[in-house]
Nanobody
Framework: VQLQASGGGLAQAGGSLRLSCAAS????????VGWFRQAPEKEREFVSG????????YYADSVKGRFTISRDNAKNTVYLQMNSLKPEDTAVYYC???????????????????WGQGTLVTVSS
């Protein structure tokens, strides 16, 4: 599967952005998807994950209550709605996918084989 992340850009603190992760292939509904981010001079960190059918989601504490992950398997797309953005959300955001029908989300980068190219989110104060 090939992944294309988009939707990044510049936002003011308190604003919103919606990221999209579009996937190629007809079996996207069999993939768990995660969002990760990497800020300058920091390690990549998990942001949110969703299982293959959308029945299970998980969020890092730093984004819980502000970000919402969802998927539309008919469109082969996973979304990350980011509200109440903070300057510390500034990072390159990556989506990742792994073929699995486990009922829970995958939460570490090592669990994902497929990665998109990243989209930059910049939040100004």
């Amino acid at each position: 599967v090939q992944l294309q992340a988009s939707g990044g850009g510049l936002a003011q603190a308190g604003g919103s952005l919606r990221l999209s992760c579009a996937a190629s292939g007809r079996t996207f509904s069999m993939y768990a998807v995660g969002w990760f981010r990497q800020a300058p001079e920091k390690e990549r960190e998990f942001v949110s994950g969703i299982n293959w059918c959308g029945g299970s989601t998980y969020y890092a504490d730093s984004v819980k209550g502000r970000f919402t992950i969802s998927r539309d398997n008919a469109k082969n797309t996973v979304y990350l709605q980011m509200n109440s953005l903070k300057p510390e959300d500034t990072a390159v955001y990556y989506c990742a996918a792994e073929m699995t029908r486990r009922p829970y989300t995958l939460r570490t980068s090592g669990q994902y084989h497929y990665w998109g190219q990243g989209t930059l989110v910049t939040v100004s104060s």
